[in-house]
């Protein structure tokens, strides 16, 4: 049998893993903004510099999206969206956005 101190220190035990499993539910990751249903493309930048991007060069690079409109592009860097700027209303043939990378 058990005692009432063993129960004690077991309810306390089971009391403290409840809270700290509360407490790490709620911690973020960092990747909280991937939404998994979506296609993601990684653009590198060697140096600090505004640069631009072609609907041709994304093409070349494995794009297969097609056109899309221009409001659906996003650039995220580290979970923040960035400020791009889209040529047209439509990204397609002979498109282009400009972002700032660092």
Same mark, same amino acid.
């Given at each position: ?8 220190? $077991?309810?306390? %035990?089971?009391?403290? =893993? ?6 790490? @539910? &709620?911690?973020?990751? #960092? ?19 505004? $640069?631009?991007? %072609?609907?041709?060069? =994304? ?6 999206? @097609? &056109?899309?409109?221009? #409001? ?31």
């Amino acid at each position: 049998m058990f005692n009432m101190k063993t129960f004690f220190s $077991f309810l306390t %035990t089971l009391f403290l =893993l409840f809270i700290s499993s509360l407490a790490y @539910g &709620q911690q973020k990751t #960092g990747i909280e903004w991937i939404n998994t249903s979506k296609k993601y493309y990684k653009l590198k930048v060697a140096e600090n510099a505004i $640069f631009r991007v %072609t609907y041709e060069d =994304l093409l070349a690079a494995g794009w297969s999206h @097609g &056109q899309v409109a221009a #409001g659906d592009l996003r650039l995220i860097n580290y979970g923040s969206e960035q400020a791009i700027h889209v040529s047209s209303t439509t990204f397609g043939p002979g498109s282009w956005f400009e972002f700032y990378g660092e």
